[in-house]
T-cell receptor, first 112, second 107 residues
Framework: KAGVTQTPRYLIKTRGQQVTLSCSPISGHRSVSWYQQTPGQGLQFLFEYFSETQRNKGNFPGRFSGRQFSNSRSEMNVSTLELGDSALYLC???????????FGPGTRLTVT | KNEVEQSPQNLTAQEGEFITINCSYSVGISALHWLQQHPGGGIVSLFMLSSGKKKHGRLIATINIQEKHSSLHITASHPRDSAVYICAVHTGNQFYFGTGTSLTVIP
C-alpha cells in the first residue's frame, strides 16, 4: 500500500497570505489528523476528520481550518499567515481516531 | 502544566546499552502512542498501548494505567536507534504530546 502523501513538501509564503496544504491518506483509512510541529512548542494537534466531518479540534485560532473529501483526502488552510505559523505540518491517517497513526512526510512552511 | 511529561530530554548511550525513556501523563486516555522521529522530520509510530506491554524486536513498551506512566525500552541499542522519541496520548477527542527524548547511540 502507498503511504500517506502530503503536498507540497516545501512552501514559502509572505505574511498576510493564505496557504492550502493537501494530505492523501492510506487507502481505506477514513481518519485524517493534522499536526503542527515547531522547535518551541513541539508537536501540537490541530484537528481530526473522519468521514468528511471534523470530529476533534485542538487549541488553534480560527485562521486554521480544514476539510475532508469523500475520498478521505484532506486539506488544511491557514489564512492571514503570521511569522509564527512557520512550522512543519504533518498529517496522519488511521482506520479510526484512536488507532495507530501513519504519518506523512510533512509540509515545511516558511512565512517571511 | 504539560499534560505529557517525558524524561530524560536528552540521552547518550554506547552501542549495546539498555535504554529506558519514561512518560507520565495527567489526563484520562484512550490510548498512548510512542513515536520515533528521525532527522528530516519523518515520524513513525512504534507502539500504541492501552494496557500492559508490547514488544517489537528490540523495543518494548509498557504502560501502567493506574500510575499514568509508560516506559519505552530499547535493548542492545544501535546507532540506527538515534532519533527523537515522542510519547503521545489520545484522550478520546484530542492528542497531547511530550516534548520528546533525543537519543544518540555512539558506536
Amino acid at each position: 500500500k502507498a503511504g500517506v502523501t502530503q503536498t507540497p513538501r516545501y512552501l514559502i509564503k509572505t505574511r498576510g497570505q493564505q496557504v492550502t496544504l493537501s494530505c492523501s491518506p492510506i487507502s481505506g483509512h477514513r481518519s485524517v489528523s493534522w499536526y503542527q510541529q515547531t522547535p518551541g512548542q513541539g508537536l501540537q494537534f490541530l484537528f481530526e476528520y473522519f468521514s468528511e466531518t471534523q470530529r476533534n479540534k485542538g487549541n488553534f485560532p480560527g485562521r486554521f481550518s480544514g476539510r475532508q473529501f469523500s475520498n478521505s483526502r484532506s486539506e488544511m488552510n491557514v489564512s492571514t499567515l503570521e511569522l509564527g505559523d512557520s512550522a512543519l505540518y504533518l498529517c496522519a491517517s488511521s482506520l479510526m481516531d484512536t488507532y495507530e497513526q501513519y504519518f506523512g512526510p510533512g509540509t515545511r512552511l516558511t512565512v517571511t | 502544566k504539560n499534560e505529557v511529561e517525558q524524561s530524560p530530554q536528552n540521552l547518550t548511550a554506547q552501542e549495546g546499552e539498555f535504554i529506558t525513556i519514561n512518560c507520565s501523563y495527567s489526563v484520562g486516555i484512550s490510548a498512548l502512542h510512542w513515536l520515533q522521529q528521525h532527522p528530516g522530520g519523518g515520524i513513525v509510530s512504534l507502539f500504541m498501548l492501552s494496557s500492559g506491554k508490547k514488544k517489537h524486536g528490540r523495543l518494548i513498551a509498557t504502560i501502567n494505567i493506574q500510575e499514568k506512566h509508560s516506559s519505552l525500552h530499547i535493548t542492545a541499542s544501535h546507532p540506527r536507534d538515534s532519533a527523537v522519541y515522542i510519547c503521545a496520548v489520545h484522550t478520546g477527542n484530542q492528542f497531547y504530546f511530550g516534548t520528546g527524548t533525543s537519543l544518540t547511540v555512539i558506536p
